[in-house]
T-cell receptor, first 108, second 116 residues
Framework: TQLLEQSPQFLSIQEGENLTVYCNSS?????LQWYRQEPGEGPVLLVT?????EVKKLKRLTFQFGDARKDSSLHITAAQPGDTGLYLC????????FGKGTRLHILP | DTGVSQDPRHKITKRGQNVTFRCDPI?????LYWYRQTLGQGPEFLTY????????KSRLLSDRFSAERPKGSFSTLEIQRTEQGDSAMYLC??????????????FGPGTRLLVL
């Protein structure tokens, strides 16, 4: 069974702080994706990482993919209340397997 | 086309009743996926279609669950004899064919089911 473990499960920090959340896979997928989900909505794709060692930036969000392509991290700089949500990592082959997510709450 | 739509957005039913949900994918997408998400969990894969063919079903999909995509466009997910454990958000997603880095799924807003 392919598993993706995300940590921490919950994170509550003050606006302006930096944070990092992690995703570790039990196996190697063709690619790994990060999504953000708000309450009552479906997940929205943020980024896809494919190559070991890859780093992608999306404004204040930095995504890293480990050399072995089994671990990934999401770093947010100067967090804002609008960053609040559930951050999901997902392993992609012919279908997508999701981790349980990190629930992030940014306090104003 | 504004994206994936799902109907209804919310459904409350009594245990033992049957419910049916509908998903309309992005029009040019030939793949359609169903997921279930319970509180505090990520979405769990249930099944997916390529055109009208159902290509894979999860072990999570008991015989009370059935999904169809008769014309390769919209899909329905039916749950028969609902149980309280079926309470969850049911998400639909669509994509073009592809694997790995070329697979980008677009999710609908979900149908939230509460079984009393």
């Amino acid at each position: 069974t392919q598993l993706l473990e995300q940590s921490p499960q919950f994170l509550s920090i003050q606006e302006g702080e930096n944070l990092t959340v992690y995703c570790n896979s039990s196996s190697v997928f063709s690619s790994l994706q990060w999504y953000r989900q708000e309450p009552g909505e479906g997940p929205v794709l943020l980024v896809t990482v494919v190559t070991g060692g890859e780093v992608k930036k999306l404004k204040r969000l930095t995504f890293q993919f480990g050399d072995a392509r089994k671990d990934s991290s999401l770093h947010i700089t100067a967090a804002q209340p609008g960053d609040t949500g559930l951050y999901l990592c997902a392993g992609v082959d012919d279908k997508i397997i999701f981790g349980k997510g990190t629930r992030l709450h940014i306090l104003p | 086309d504004t994206g994936v739509s799902q109907d209804p957005r919310h459904k409350i039913t009594k245990r033992g009743q049957n419910v049916t949900f509908r998903c309309d994918p992005i029009s040019e997408h030939n793949r359609l996926y169903w997921y279930r998400q319970t509180l505090g969990q990520g979405p769990e894969f249930l099944t997916y279609f390529q055109n009208e063919a159902q290509l894979e079903k999860s072990r999570l999909l008991s015989d009370r669950f059935s999904a169809e995509r008769p014309k390769g466009s919209f899909s329905t997910l039916e749950i028969q004899r609902t149980e309280q454990g079926d309470s969850a958000m049911y998400l639909c997603a669509s994509s073009l064919s592809g694997t790995g880095s070329s697979l980008t799924q677009y999710f609908g807003p979900g149908t939230r089911l509460l079984v009393l």
